[in-house]
């Protein structure tokens, strides 16, 4: 049970491309949605959170313009890197919960974003 | 604020051996702990969530404890495995700017040698 599928797992694009990433919860209704970012032998920096039918709540030091977050359904949360520059190639990863802060994180397989 | 350490960085241990990975967090006032295991190239796989009433919870040949007092959780792994290998992280509640969020430390990479 609870599992996060995250789609896709590997991108590639050229720069000024807008791209977007999928993030669902297939076997669970997820209240609450974050999407983190890792660089490369780093730990995970939460870049937001957010909450079905709401707006995200950003992380300091995260554009809003620029790391666009919808959470539409309670099991479908996408995130969209505008206009990517290669500064933006990472490691973007996302977690679903179900119920309040006591509740496990649950999380996907991450997606590679590489910018050229 | 919440730090999280964690210690060691890597690990490198033969087969078999029984270990210890270390997480240490400065704000005691949380309401749980999570354990992840995290592969190269992939996300996370959550291993032990620890509540805040709890000392300590079990998985196999794994067993997370709790000491909210002195800030710290321990992850023991028994009989370890090649299959083991990956990185280990620990994650604690924090609130920064009135959002209460999961800080995560930066994980110890563990390789067990056959």
């Known amino acids: 049970g609870a599992v996060v599928s995250q789609h896709p797992s590997r991108v590639i694009c050229k720069s000024g491309t807008s791209v977007k990433i999928e993030c669902r919860s297939l076997d669970f209704q997820a209240t609450t949605m974050f999407w983190y970012r890792q660089f490369p032998k780093k730990s995970l920096m939460l870049m937001a959170t957010s909450n079905e039918g709401s707006k995200a709540t950003y992380e300091q030091g995260v554009e809003k313009d620029k790391f666009l977050i919808n959470h539409a359904s309670l099991t479908l949360s996408t995130l969209t890197v505008t206009s990517a520059h290669p500064e933006d190639s990472s490691f973007y990863i996302c977690?679903?919960?179900?119920?309040?802060?006591?509740?496990?994180?649950?999380f996907g397989d991450g997606t590679r974003l590489s910018i050229l | 604020k919440q730090e999280v350490t964690q210690i060691p960085a890597a690990l490198s241990v033969p087969e078999g051996e029984n270990l210890v990975l270390n997480c240490s967090f400065t704000d005691s006032a949380i309401y749980n702990l999570q354990w992840f295991r995290q592969d190269p190239g992939k996300g996370l796989t959550s291993l032990l969530l620890?509540?805040?009433?709890?000392r300590e919870q079990t998985s196999g040949r794994l067993n997370a404890s709790l000491d909210k007092s002195s800030g710290r959780s321990t992850l023991y792994i028994a009989a370890s495995q090649p299959g083991d290998s990956a990185t280990y992280l620990c994650a604690a509640p924090g609130t920064t700017s009135g959002t209460y969020k999961y800080i995560f430390g930066t994980g110890t990479r563990l390789k067990v040698l056959a």
């Open positions: 977690s679903a919960r179900v119920g309040g802060t006591d509740q496990p994180q649950h």
């Open positions: 620890i509540q805040s009433s709890q």
